[in-house]
């Protein structure tokens, strides 16, 4: 992947709702614990967009330590990048307020997402249609030109570009224009087989599960809708179950499993044991660092404190840069007495 060598700065958010699950992990979370090793990366935990959800203040704190502890349990290293909760730099939602000085309303309100999210709605909260511009607040605010996201992000990134130009074409080359990094992985669907991956929809298997949980959750997974009976022949490409030990059954296994499904030598129920044996045994090592933390939870709120840190240095650079730009650095010309040369 050509972009894997252009060395910028990588920016990724997810919302916080908790514990992830293999959606997150197979679309996101893997490929940001590569991205660390040759970029510089920021990895944010993003709940001022989570609001624009459904949330309730007595839950939202435990979906994002939940949602931290996963981050590290896979492998997401605060030595090497910077995780970070969003409301801890206030300059995102600063910055995303100067955004909307240029992003046409137009183009807000082409985004499926919104389209989406808004037609299910009696009364549209102003945040769903401004969520865009505070995705790209994100992204800039740090310069990162790279972001690994799921395809369903890609207008979005779109619209970011778009944003970035617009700013730079009136207040000067400053931002660049990010590009997604999408992810091997394609669409990960949930276990009814139909839907993306989603807690909102309750398909998911999380990530740090205990082993029963897997199981119970892999064996309510939707299979191929036309084998009814065991004799029936199964057919792999069309089964999400096979989609999954894609992802966690080995290179020399992984045959075997599509072969016994075609020639229905082996029924769903067994495969979809042998794919959640698989998935706990992948998230073995994930499952003792989680409950290490868990029971340290002060090393969690700790890098998330230096990570906070960290970003709100490089974020009041660039909005240092960004006021002086527009206009707003009004006491470089009050000349002297003002405190500054
Ligand atoms: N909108 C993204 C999602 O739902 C989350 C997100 C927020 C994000 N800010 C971001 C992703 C910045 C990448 C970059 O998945």
Redesign the pocket.
């Known amino acids: 992947m050509p972009e894997a060598r252009v060395r910028g700065r990588v920016?990724?958010?997810?919302?916080p709702s908790g514990e992830a699950h293999l959606g997150n992990y197979l679309g996101?979370l893997r490929q940001w614990v590569d991205l660390q090793h040759d970029h510089e990366c920021f990895f944010?935990i993003?709940d001022e967009?989570a609001i624009t959800g459904e949330f309730t203040p007595e839950e939202l704190p435990g979906r994002i330590f939940d949602l931290a502890v996963s981050f590290l349990a896979v492998g997401l290293d605060p030595e090497r990048s910077t995780i970070f909760v969003?409301s801890d730099v206030p300059e995102h939602t600063t910055l995303a307020w100067l955004f909307n000085a240029v992003t046409p309303l137009g183009d807000l309100e082409r985004m499926t997402?919104y389209k989406d999210k808004s037609s299910r709605l009696e009364s549209v909260p102003a945040g769903l249609l401004n969520?865009?511009i505070?995705?790209?607040a994100?992204?800039l605010l740090y310069r990162a030109s790279l972001?690994?996201?799921?395809e369903?992000?890609v207008q979005?990134?779109e619209l970011s570009r778009e944003i970035a130009r617009r700013w730079n074409g009136r207040f000067g080359d400053f931002f660049p224009e990010?590009q997604p990094i999408l992810s091997k992985a394609g669409r990960i669907l949930g276990l009814d087989g139909n839907a993306k991956m989603s807690k909102s929809l309750g398909n998911t298997v999380g990530i740090l599960a205990d082993p029963e949980e897997v199981h119970a959750r892999v064996r309510t997974a939707v299979t191929d809708p036309q084998r009814v009976r065991k004799s029936d022949p199964g057919r792999p490409e069309v089964c999400n179950v096979y989609t999954l030990h894609r992802h966690f059954t080995g290179p020399t296994l992984l045959p075997d499993i599509a072969d016994q499904c075609r020639a229905a030598t082996r029924g769903c129920v067994d495969c979809k044991h042998i794919l959640s044996d698989h998935i706990v045994e992948h998230f073995a090592e994930a499952r003792e660092r989680a409950a290490e933390l868990q029971a340290r939870p002060s090393q969690v709120q700790e890098v998330l404190e230096a990570g906070a840190e960290r970003a709100r240095a490089e974020a009041r650079a660039t909005m240092e840069e960004v006021r002086h730009r527009m206009g707003m650095a009004w006491r470089e010309c009050v000349p002297s007495r003002s405190g500054r040369a």
Do not use: E, K, N, R
């Not at 920016?11 to 919302?15: A, D, L, V």
């Not at 972001?147 to 799921?150: I, S």
């Open positions: 920016f990724s958010g997810m919302q996101a944010c993003v967009h969003q997402q969520y865009p505070l995705q790209t994100d992204i972001v690994p996201v799921g369903d992000q979005h990134l990010p």
